[in-house]
C-alpha cells in the first residue's frame, strides 16, 4: 500500500518542484506564479477573491448546477433509454433524431439558450430566504449545457445495457411469471445496472467539462469556470492555476465516488 | 393434462420463404408421466418446447393444459434451458424464489420453500453464493431448484445436460431420476442422447427432422433405477437408435450430414 501510494504520488510530486524550479527561474508571477502564491489561494477558501466572491461558493454554484443536470439527465435519458433497448421499432423512430443531436458539442447550444432562457434561474420562481443566495446563481441555461452534455452518454449505455440482456434470461424470467412490469424491475434493470452505472459515471464527466466550459462563456457570472476567466481577465494567475486544480480535483472526486458506487452496487459477476 | 393437438409451427425463413419447423404433432401426457423427445438437432425439439411453454405460438392446432388454451408463458409451466440461464446478480437461493417473490409468497413463506428446493438438488449450503461462483453442473442443479420451486405442473427442460461434462452429466441424470420418483411431476424432456432418454422417460417420441414430425413412440417399462448395462435396456436404445438412422424416415428433404453425425455418434451420454 505504500509503495503504491509513492508510485501514485510520484509524478505530480516532481510536476510540482519543477513548476516552483521554473517559477524562480522566470521570477514573473503574472507568467508562472509560485506553488505558494497557488497555495494561498487555496488555503484561504472562504476568503472573497476579486468581486466573484469566495472559491467554495463558486465551487458551490458550479456543483448545484451540475446535480441539477445531471439529475435531469438520468431522469430523462434513464427511461428512455429503457424504452429503446425494450422495443426496436421506438428505437427505429428515434434512432436519426439522436444521432443528429449527438455529434452537436453541448457547448453550441449555450447562444440558443441564453436566448431563451437569458439569465433567469429557478430562484426566481420559489420563495427563498436571503441566505439561499447560492440558489439565485443556478440559471437555467447552465443547467440545461449540463443536461445535454450527460444526456447521449447515460442514453447510449442505458440502451446498451438492455440490450446486452441474455435473451434467455428473459425467457425464464418470463416463464417463472414476469410480465412487463416485473420484467422490467426484476431483470431488465439489474441486469443492465453496470452499464447504467457506466453511463452515468461518463454522464457526470461529460456534464461536468461542459459546466466549467459554459461558465467561461458570455452570459455567466460565477461559477468556477468564471472564476478562472475572471481571474484571466484581471491577470491573476495564480487564481487561474487554483481554479484549474479544483476543477481536476472536484471531477476526479465525483469520477471515484461513482466508481465506488458501481463496485457497491454491481459486484463482480461474470456473465452467465 | 398436457394435450397437444395438430401443432404446426412455420418460420419465415428469409423473409419470403417459409420454413416448417413442426408438423402435424399430437402428443398427450398424462399428470406425473416423463415423456422425452429425442431427435438430432435442427429437427424441432426446442420449438416444441418453446411453444408448450408459450414463448411462441403455434402457427396452426392447439396446445392445451387441463383444458386451458396454452397462449402465453405461466410459471405452471417452467422451462429449464441448456445454458442455465440463472440472474448472475442475485444469489443462489434469490434465484431460486425469483418465481415465488412473482407470485406475491411472503418473503419468508419463500425463503423456506426456496431452500427446501435447494436441499432437493443438493446446494442448501450455498445459498449465499453467486452462479458465476459455482461450476456448471452446479449452476444448472440451481435453474433446476428455480424452475421447481414454483411448483409448476409442467416441467420442460431444453437438452439441460447437453452443456456439462460427461461425468458430471450421469449424475444429474441419477438425480433427477430419483427426484422425478419423489416430486411426479408432468416432464417433457428434450434431448439428443438416446441413452439420456431411455434411463429418465416413461415414454420416448422420436422426432423426426425437416419439417419434425413425430416418428414411432416407446413406452419404457423397463423398472426403475434403471440399469444402462442390462441387454433391455441397451436393445430399446438399439430400436430408437435404428429408428432415429437415415432410411427409416421414410420422408423426403432429410439432411444426409446430419443423420451422417447422428449415426457416427449415437449414444453420447
Not at chain 1, 19 to 24: D, G, K, R, T, Y
Not at chain 2, 61 to 83: K, M, S, Y
Not at chain 2, 191 to 200: C, D, N, P, R, Y
Request: proline share 7%.
Amino acid at each position: 500500500m505504500p509503495a503504491r501510494f509513492l508510485t501514485r504520488a510520484a509524478l505530480p510530486c516532481l510536476l510540482l518542484a519543477l513548476w516552483q524550479a521554473l517559477a524562480l527561474w522566470i521570477d514573473s508571477p503574472t507568467v508562472l506564479p509560485g506553488v505558494e502564491a497557488v497555495a494561498q489561494v487555496l488555503a484561504h477558501p472562504f476568503q472573497p477573491i476579486l468581486i466573484t466572491g469566495s472559491l467554495i461558493y463558486n465551487l458551490l454554484v458550479s456543483l448545484l448546477r451540475v446535480i441539477c443536470g445531471f439529475v435531469l439527465a438520468a431522469a430523462l435519458a434513464v427511461p428512455l433509454g429503457l424504452l429503446l433497448g425494450m422495443s426496436p421499432r421506438t428505437e427505429r423512430l428515434f434512432e436519426s433524431l439522436i444521432e443528429l443531436l449527438r455529434p452537436v458539442p453541448p457547448l453550441a447550444w449555450v447562444p440558443l439558450l441564453l436566448t431563451w432562457f437569458g439569465l433567469a434561474g429557478p430562484a426566481e420562481y420559489l420563495p427563498l430566504p436571503r441566505e439561499w443566495a447560492v440558489l439565485e446563481s443556478l440559471k437555467f441555461s447552465m443547467i440545461a449545457v449540463i443536461t445535454i452534455g450527460a444526456f447521449f452518454p447515460i442514453l447510449l449505455n442505458t440502451i446498451q445495457g438492455v440490450r446486452n440482456q441474455p435473451r434467455i434470461c428473459i425467457e425464464s424470467a418470463r416463464t417463472l411469471g414476469a410480465r412487463r412490469t416485473t420484467l422490467l424491475a426484476k431483470v431488465i434493470l439489474p441486469g443492465s445496472l453496470p452499464f447504467l452505472m457506466t453511463g452515468l459515471r461518463i454522464g457526470m464527466g461529460i456534464g461536468w467539462m461542459c459546466l466549467v466550459a459554459a461558465e467561461m462563456l458570455p452570459g455567466s457570472s460565477s461559477g468556477l469556470g468564471y472564476l478562472v476567466w475572471y481571474a484571466y481577465e484581471l491577470m491573476h494567475t495564480e487564481i487561474i492555476l487554483a481554479g484549474i486544480l479544483i476543477i481536476g480535483m472536484v471531477g476526479l472526486l465525483l469520477d471515484q465516488g461513482f466508481r465506488f458506487l458501481e463496485t457497491r452496487l454491481c459486484p463482480p459477476t461474470t456473465r452467465i | 393434462m398436457l394435450r397437444i393437438d395438430q401443432v404446426s409451427k412455420a418460420y419465415m425463413a428469409d423473409g419470403t420463404r417459409a420454413r416448417t419447423a413442426l408438423r402435424d404433432i399430437t402428443l398427450h401426457a398424462e399428470p406425473g408421466e416423463f415423456i422425452c423427445v429425442v431427435g438430432m438437432s435442427g429437427c424441432g425439439k426446442t420449438t416444441l418446447l418453446r411453444l408448450v411453454a408459450g414463448l411462441e405460438q403455434p402457427s396452426s392446432g392447439r396446445i392445451t393444459l387441463n383444458a386451458e388454451l396454452i397462449d402465453r408463458p405461466h410459471p405452471e409451466r417452467t422451462l429449464v434451458f441448456q445454458e442455465y440461464a440463472l440472474f448472475p446478480w442475485r444469489t443462489v437461493l434469490h434465484n431460486v424464489t425469483f418465481g415465488l417473490e412473482l407470485k406475491n409468497v411472503g418473503r419468508r413463506a419463500a425463503t423456506r420453500q426456496g431452500i427446501h428446493y435447494l436441499k432437493l438438488v443438493g446446494l442448501d449450503s450455498f445459498r449465499h453464493h453467486r452462479p458465476h461462483e459455482l461450476s456448471g453442473g452446479m449452476r444448472q442443479r440451481v435453474a433446476l431448484a428455480r424452475a421447481l420451486a414454483v411448483e409448476p405442473e409442467v416441467l420442460l427442460m431444453d437438452e439441460p445436460f447437453g452443456a456439462l461434462d460427461a461425468l458430471t452429466r450421469g449424475r444429474l441424470q441419477q438425480e433427477l431420476a430419483e427426484l422425478q420418483q419423489r416430486e411426479g411431476r408432468t416432464v417433457l424432456f428434450v434431448t439428443h442422447s438416446i441413452m439420456e432418454a431411455v434411463f429418465l422417460a416413461d415414454r420416448i417420441v422420436v422426432l423426426h427432422p425437416e419439417p419434425g414430425r413425430i416418428g414411432a413412440t416407446y413406452e419404457v417399462d423397463l423398472p426403475c433405477p434403471r440399469d444402462l448395462k442390462s441387454t433391455d435396456f441397451q436393445g430399446l436404445c438399439e430400436r430408437i437408435e435404428a429408428d432415429l438412422s437415415p432410411g427409416t424416415q421414410g420422408a423426403s428433404g432429410s439432411n444426409p450430414t446430419d443423420q451422417g453425425t447422428a449415426r457416427r455418434n449415437p449414444c453420447n451420454i
